[in-house]
């Protein structure tokens, strides 16, 4: 595996950063989550945009234009000689003296792991998952936008311990409005007699890359789409339900809180966006 970090590819044994990189400090960063499917980078342009769109929002220079960004993963990717691939993308305000200020930190660190993904199985696609209600709220809009995707996770990580420990693989995280604002690291869909709704953003979810195929997807179908407010009633009637993410794609789900889901199936609408996701990502299948 080679690591890019600052224009350089190093080993993973020799790939280290400071121990002073206020990324690890304070979390002052932000990150990608990419998918390379038959050696081409999925979405590539939006995953950029929305890095770039984080940086302008936390006031980080990433010093790095977006084409030169672009050819890095890309460059990457070529390296490490893969066809299917995960990629993390992260920059950091880089190292500093201790403190909390950014105007500490000269230089931003720019980093480029290209590995493998640990994909769900099979039969969670076939049967789709359960999943809960996290006791803990999304940050609100006035706290942090939660459209930055940073390098603090530790809201969605509190959530994601209440997941594990109710044996569930996912949480749904409610705004501070108590609206649904999506998973610990996945949006979320419902389908309700032939029409398909996600959580309008408004600063409340992050605005994923998967989640926009999907609406691509519902629109080379001429199924109807639309971005709203959704409450967990709106969640336990559905006549569907599915998340997704970089990692899941498109997961059913069949059980929320104990509540079954529709007909507790994996839904007719649910397998018609897999299918059509997968042909807009070029996955074989
Ligand atoms: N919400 C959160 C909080 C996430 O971390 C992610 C990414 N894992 C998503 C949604 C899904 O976004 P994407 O489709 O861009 O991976």
């Given at each position: 595996m080679k690591i890019y970090i600052d224009g350089k590819f190093y080993s993973k044994d020799e790939a280290n950063i400071s121990v002073f990189d206020h990324g690890l400090l304070y979390g002052d960063g932000i990150f990608e989550g990419i998918r390379v499917y038959n050696g081409k980078v999925f979405r590539l342009k939006e995953h950029i945009d929305r890095l770039y769109s984080s940086a302008q929002a936390i006031a980080?220079?990433?010093?790095?234009?977006r084409d030169e960004m672009m050819n890095a993963v890309e460059y990457s990717v070529k390296v490490n000689e893969k066809q299917n691939a995960y990629i993390r993308l992260v920059v950091t305000r880089g190292s500093g003296d201790?403190?909390?200020?950014?105007?500490?930190?000269?230089k931003a660190t720019v980093i480029i792991i290209v590995g493998d993904i640990s994909l769900y199985p099979e039969e969670n696609y076939a049967e789709g998952i359960a999943i809960m209600t996290s006791s803990i709220r999304r940050i609100s809009p006035d706290q942090f936008?939660?459209?930055?995707?940073?390098?603090?996770y530790l809201n969605n990580i509190l959530a994601k311990i209440e997941a594990v420990q109710a044996g569930c693989l996912e949480a749904v995280m409610l705004a501070s409005d108590g609206y649904v604002a999506e998973c610990t690291a996945d949006n979320i869909f419902t389908v309700k007699k032939g029409v398909v709704y996600t959580p309008h953003?408004?600063?409340?979810n992050l605005e994923g890359i998967t989640r926009g195929a999907v609406m691509d997807a519902a629109k080379n179908l001429a199924i109807e789409c639309r971005e709203t407010k959704l409450s967990q009633y709106d969640l336990y009637t559905a006549d569907e339900v599915f998340i997704t993410g970089t990692g899941a794609e498109i997961m059913p789900v069949t059980k929320i809180d104990g509540r079954i889901i529709g007909e507790g199936t994996v839904g007719p609408v649910t397998v018609l966006l897999r299918k059509e996701f997968r042909n807009i990502a070029g996955i074989a299948g």
């Open positions: 980080l220079n990433i010093g790095m234009t201790l403190g909390i200020s950014p105007y500490l930190c000269k936008d939660t459209r930055i995707k940073s390098l603090n953003s408004y600063g409340s």
